[in-house]
């Protein structure tokens, strides 16, 4: 019997053991799922905020404000003619309708406050994006700004640089709370890992009689609990995905940004946390088996 339950391998043993404890299954697994999702909902928001970030960034370096005698076809051939030039990658007309839409948005739920406008107050203007390798200079403000039907130039490069150093903190900051959350998972995964074993403790003794080798006792557990992981990761994307949902609705924030874009679901949320669920099962099993079987001698 003993040389029949040392031919299976590590993936078998695993499997049996499981079958035979599934109320400490349960628990692990439940545990890991809390962690997971807790780590989930702070990956998923800090990608959509980076994403929303990304967007402002990429957004309009110089504004053009026209004269608002000027009629389309005349900014759309001052478009092309501006998009010409080597600084510029990108311009777009924006009518003064389409600009007070846009304000509108931004408002949100104060958006009443426009509507006892009686006019527009809002120009024309051009939306200017530079190339990449390219600053908002004086002497490139100068130029655009002596453009025929040009009353101004407003830049918002100084602000654009400011968010982007806050970005770049921000998301300092975001990876070291990131590891954290990982550090706590592999604590938690730790810490099922020694229950398990404590579980098992008979069986051990046993096999360490018979002459089992560590490697032997600790690999059924570390393929439990990757296992254990597996199945946590695909429950805590399902969590995630269900509060994401009743989250989410078209409610206005601050800078242009949307309440549905900052709770809405990455694609590859669930990929992610399989991954980091299987490598914190492979160092929370290992640090896990090692240390309880350390203290009781079996190792």
Known sequence: MTSRVQSR?????????????????????????????????????????????????????????????????????????????????????????????????????HANLLDD??????????????????????????????????????????????????????GDLALALGLLLFLGVILVVSNTVRLSVHVRREQLELMALVGASAGYMRRPFLVEAMLQGVAAALLASLLIWLLFAMLAAPASLPLGLNLEQVVS????????????????GLLGGFLGVGRTLRQRRLL
């Open 9 to 109: 391998g590590p993936v078998m043993r695993a499997f049996l053991r499981i079958k035979e404890d599934l109320w400490l299954q349960g628990v692990a697994v439940s545990t890991l799922t809390v962690a997971l999702a807790i780590m989930g909902v702070y990956l998923a928001l800090c990608f959509n905020l980076y994403q929303a970030s990304s967007r402002l960034l990429s957004g309009p370096s110089l504004t053009l404000v026209l004269d608002n005698r000027i009629e389309p076809d005349e900014a759309a051939g001052l478009s092309a003619q501006l998009v010409r030039m080597p600084q510029i990658r990108g311009a777009r007309f924006v009518g003064r309708d389409e600009a007070l839409e846009r304000f509108r948005g931004q408002l949100g739920p």
């Open 265 to 280: 679901f990455p694609a590859l949320l669930p990929l992610v946390l399989i991954i980091l669920a299987i490598v914190a």
């Open 117 to 170: 406008l009686r006019d527009n107050p809002l120009p024309n203007a051009l939306e200017l994006v530079l190339a990449p390798e390219h600053e908002a200079t004086d002497e490139l403000i100068a130029l655009l700004g002596n453009q025929a039907g040009v009353i101004e130039v407003v830049t918002s490069r100084p602000w654009l640089h400011r968010l982007e150093a806050a970005i770049t903190s921000a």
